[in-house]
């Protein structure tokens, strides 16, 4: 009787060990390469693409963002037409802030409707009433201004299109 436990005991220690390696999911097959038809070749002409020259921007252009500077390098301006429509002068004005110990330079552009511009720079040290004027044309004209401040460099703070006259309802 323990003979036959034992030899029944070992049949199954083996039918365990035969079956335990068979649970294991089986390795993916391997990719078998497919035949690709050899190609057949043709001559292409040679295309010959036109590439349309960039437009170069005439008249104002268009704004783009502006940032903000941090309050201890602040300035205000004023933009301002001379409302003078034979002597027509546009003239930016440092109206004060912050920053006018600190910053190191403001740079103004200054373009015309046609096209044209022209730049001029206000530098240290700043005082109120401090300006730059441009001849400018009676209708809309536009005025870019970069501050130049310590630790955040060169920032534009404003770029509008202004009018030469403001509308008064």
Known sequence: ???????????????????????????????????????????????????????VTIGLGTPGPTEVLPPNYMLEFQVQGNGNTANPIMAVTLMGGNGMNFDSRVDVTFTKPDGTSSQDSMLPPFHVGQQVTFPCSTDKNRVEIWVTAPTVGKVKTYDQIVPFKSINP
Do not use: E, H, R, Y
């Open 1 to 55: 009787m323990k003979k036959l436990v034992l030899t029944v005991g070992l049949v199954l220690v083996v039918a365990f060990v035969l079956t335990a390696g068979c649970t294991q999911n089986p390795a993916p097959p391997s990719a078998t390469p497919t035949p690709t038809a050899n190609p057949i070749s043709t001559t292409v002409q040679p295309q010959t693409t036109i590439v349309p020259a960039t437009p």
